[in-house]
């Protein structure tokens, strides 16, 4: 089980301007189209030792209390109310049927090169035994 963590990221005068939800070194590592980071004397775990649900329970509680800047509401730069994140595509996440059928109409229509005859053996000796 994954044990997940609630960060903020700092202004200089120590408000936050950024609250997330992570686990390893999420903190550290920026995603496309994320605001930007800190220094690390400025970037601080809220709370820890939490589940999935406990960390997106806290990002929530969080956003709403620092309110978002783009709503008029608040000081964070964040672009949603959290809670919305994802965990991440780790083993033994389980997708549900809806996740499922949403990322196969996205996939729909999109063409693969062929693959050479090389790139076919090394799959099919990565996948003996797996299945």
């Known amino acids: 089980m994954t ?3 609630v960060y903020a990221y700092l202004r200089n005068d120590r408000s936050p301007y950024y609250i997330g939800k992570g686990s390893g070194s999420r903190i550290f590592t920026k995603s496309k189209g994320e605001v930007g980071k800190p220094t690390k004397d400025r970037m ?3 709370e820890n030792n939490l589940t999935t649900v406990g960390a997106l329970a806290v990002e929530r ?5 620092y309110g978002r800047k783009d709503l008029g509401t608040g000081i964070l ?3 949603t109310n959290g809670g919305d994140g994802g965990s991440g ?8 049927n809806i ?3 949403k990322i196969s109409k996205a996939k729909l229509g999109i063409k693969r090169k ?6 076919k053996k ?3 000796e990565s996948m003996k035994g797996k299945i």
């Open 61 to 65: 509680r969080l956003i709403r209390w």
């Open 99 to 101: 996740t499922r059928e």
């Open 114 to 119: 062929p693959m050479s005859k090389e790139s």
């Open 77 to 79: 730069r964040n672009k």
């Open 3 to 5: 044990i997940y963590y």
């Open 44 to 46: 601080i775990i809220i």
């Open 89 to 96: 595509a780790k083993k033994g996440n389980i997708l549900s």
């Open 122 to 124: 090394k799959l099919s």
